[in-house]
């Protein structure tokens, strides 16, 4: 590691844990830092996680079916909030599980989830495919409100969709505003999953998957409709990755950040669903500029097949299919991302079940990744750092 790098890593840590402990921590509902992350951070001593991190019913974690995992952070509360596709989980405690088409999850320290509320409590939408489902979200604070968009599709769909609702909460309820466009109507192929936030004052939807590109485009202010209208965004789009091809080395879960002035752009790749059997995986790239070009540390762009740099690969003695995922800080400015997998060890091993991993530069690339670029799975680490669980101590 070097010195240098380190010695700047530690200082951050001492001033985001003062300003953390007053109430102004770090943004993590639109991860954005010119900062360096360390593989050699200060970690914490009263949050460790034990992945798959299962949610809480009664007080115990409780296997619960969990694709597609979104998190933000609520600047006032410091509470963490979950999203993901709909699924059945435990309501209130019950140990029946029921059908949720907008699960939220609630959480102080992004391990000990407990569920929270539904984003379609009062609300079927009706504007895509009979019996489509709610899939893959995404959340960002724009104003005083939270914006909640999703993809509406179902398997083999032709014309799937992206929606929005917004509420006052990061748990409703909700205000919904149904259709924000058909995949026919902007002129992408497979138009779903969402990805929306904000630089430099401009609010930005990246979204896409396999048999379409990954593009980028513009919404208004609020956030609530395509800045200048349909035709101007179908003519102004931009394509940053992806081809044609419907295959399973194309991309979709398309999640950009900015670091370091720098954008990041996550994506996954590989086979999502088969179970034990599942390629999926995360891969990144970056560019200087929000529109691109996005390449990887070979200099290749994302136009095409087994590209981009690994930040999370499956693993037959541990997680298969990792991939699709958000990324949150901790209260030391540390990333951590959050993506779903097949537990190989669990007791559902043909569930996509929830992961939590902390992020690091690969000093050779310049990029993301995990450390080995696999899950860890079924052994205890020390989690995020959260000020008000470690009680003031930092050890430097």
Same mark, same amino acid.
């Given at each position: 590691m070097n010195k240098t790098i380190l010695t700047k890593s530690l200082s951050l840590a001492f001033v985001l844990l003062v300003s953390?402990?007053?109430?102004?921590?770090? %943004? +993590?509902?639109?991860?954005?830092?010119? #900062?360096?992350?360390?593989?050699? =951070?200060?970690?914490?001593?009263n949050n460790n996680y034990v992945n798959p991190t299962y949610p809480l019913v009664n007080d115990q974690k409780e296997p619960t079916y969990l694709?597609?995992?979104?998190?933000?952070?609520?600047?006032? $509360?410091?509470?963490?909030? =979950?999203?993901?596709?709909?699924? #059945?989980?435990?309501?209130?405690?019950? @140990? +029946?599980?029921?059908?949720?088409?907008?699960?939220?999850?609630?959480?102080i320290d992004l391990v000990n989830w407990r569920y929270k509320s539904n984003v379609f409590a009062d609300y079927v939408p009706n504007w895509g495919k009979s019996s489509?489902?709610?899939?893959?979200?995404?959340?960002?604070?724009?104003?005083?409100?939270?914006?909640?968009?999703?993809?509406?599709?179902?398997?083999?769909?032709?014309?799937?969709?992206?929606? +929005?609702?917004?509420? @006052?909460?990061?748990?409703?309820?909700?205000e919904h505003y149904g259709k924000l466009f058909s995949s026919n109507e902007i002129g992408v192929t497979n138009s779903i999953d969402p990805h929306v936030f904000i630089d430099d004052g401009k609010v930005y939807m990246v979204f896409g998957s396999y048999g379409g590109l990954i593009t @980028?485009?513009?919404?208004?202010?609020d956030g609530l409709g395509l800045k200048g209208g349909l035709e101007e965004?179908?003519?102004?789009?931009?394509?940053?990755?992806?081809? $044609?091809?419907?295959? =399973?080395n194309n991309y979709e879960g398309a999640m950009i950040i900015k670091y370091d002035s720098q954008y990041f752009l996550f994506l996954s790749t590989g086979t999502c669903c088969s179970g034990a059997?599942?390629?999926? %995986?995360?891969?990144?790239?970056?560019?200087?500029?929000?529109?691109g070009p996005y390449l990887d540390s070979h200099g290749r762009d994302l136009f095409g097949p087994k590209r981009g740099d690994q930040v999370v690969v499956p693993s037959l003695s541990g997680a298969m299919g990792v991939g699709h995922n958000g990324i949150a800080q901790d209260d030391?400015?540390?990333?951590?991302?959050?993506?779903?997998?097949?537990?190989?060890?669990?007791?559902?091993?043909?569930?996509r079940v929830t992961y939590l991993d902390r992020l690091s530069i690969n000093e050779e690339t310049g990029m993301f990744e995990v450390k080995?670029?696999?899950?860890?799975?079924? +052994?205890?680490?020390?989690?995020?750092?959260?000020?008000?669980?470690?009680?003031?101590l930092l050890s430097v």
């Open positions: 953390s402990l007053s109430g102004c921590g770090p %943004n +993590v509902s639109n991860p954005d830092s010119s #900062e360096v992350v360390s593989s050699e =951070m200060v970690v914490s001593k694709a597609d995992p979104y998190v933000i952070r609520d600047e006032e $509360s410091s509470i963490y909030y =979950m999203y993901g596709t709909q699924t #059945e989980v435990n309501v209130n405690d019950s @140990l +029946v599980k029921y059908f949720v088409r907008g699960p939220v999850f609630e959480s489509a489902g709610v899939w893959a979200p995404t959340v960002v604070k724009i104003g005083n409100y939270y914006n909640f968009y999703y993809s509406l599709s179902i398997g083999g769909d032709d014309n799937p969709g992206i929606g +929005v609702a917004r509420s @006052l909460t990061p748990y409703g309820p909700f @980028l485009l513009e919404l208004t202010s965004q179908v003519q102004n789009k931009v394509a940053l990755g992806g081809y $044609s091809t419907y295959e =399973m059997q599942s390629t999926y %995986n995360v891969v990144v790239a970056k560019s200087n500029n929000v529109a030391l400015g540390e990333y951590w991302i959050i993506y779903h997998g097949f537990d190989t060890q669990g007791v559902k091993p043909d569930w080995g670029k696999k899950a860890s799975n079924h +052994v205890e680490l020390p989690g995020p750092y959260i000020a008000s669980l470690e009680e003031g």
